[in-house]
């Protein structure tokens, strides 16, 4: 009767490995699915974005492998002209202060959720570092909005040239220490990075 009790004991407790086994794959089956990884890839960029609603952005060649496991087809091309010429995706500070790859349409939305309650005071502090006033914040915002408005997408260190031509403050290191205060949550925060490029 022990050995019998015994026997029994261990089918019941294989039955439950087994069990949560096949739970555990079930698990990992719907991540893959819900990850664009497993089942339909999505048809573009864009609908990647939507899926996942945001792909890690710092490495843009990384940002552009991820698109293309969840596809099929695609190019960094598709990649780059989703970027550029169609601007319906934007890479841009998020969460953690990194970058993210995301729909346009979902950039106002995420930046007031996520960029603002989390950077603003360190964006306070780096302006104060520098010297840079909320007047001239202001200012500096409008000027990197119609030198974009004018010319398009422009690189970062074409940003700190038109931020320094503006008689801004800026850190003698880096024009970039002076771009980012006045672009990345200040206010509005209506510039955002389009490939290697930042855009309106």
């Known amino acids: 009767m022990i050995g019998a009790g015994c026997h029994q004991g261990r089918v019941g407790v294989a039955r439950q490995v087994r069990a949560d086994e096949i739970a555990d794959r079930r698990v990992q089956a719907e991540r893959f699915t819900a990850q664009l990884l497993a089942g339909e890839p999505a048809r573009g960029p864009v609908d990647v974005a939507e899926r996942l609603l945001a792909i890690q952005g710092q490495d843009p060649r990384g940002a552009r492998l991820a698109i293309r496991a969840r596809t099929a087809g695609l190019t960094a091309a598709d990649v780059d002209r989703a970027l550029t010429e169609h601007r319906s995706m934007v890479i841009t500070w998020l969460n953690r202060g ?49 030198a974009l408005a004018a010319s398009g997408p422009l690189t970062r260190s074409q940003l700190g040239e038109v931020i320094a031509s503006a008689g801004l403050p800026s850190d003698d290191n880096t024009p970039m220490h002076t771009v980012r205060p006045l672009t990345k949550t200040w206010r509005s925060g209506p510039v955002c990075r389009s490939g290697r490029f930042a855009a309106a």
């Open 98 to 146: 990194t970058l993210h790859l995301i729909r346009t349409e979902d950039y106002w939305w995420l930046h007031s959720l996520l960029v603002r309650p989390q950077l603003q005071a360190g964006v306070v502090r780096r302006m104060s570092q520098i010297g840079l006033t909320a007047s001239d914040a202001d200012q500096g915002v409008a000027v990197v909005e119609a």
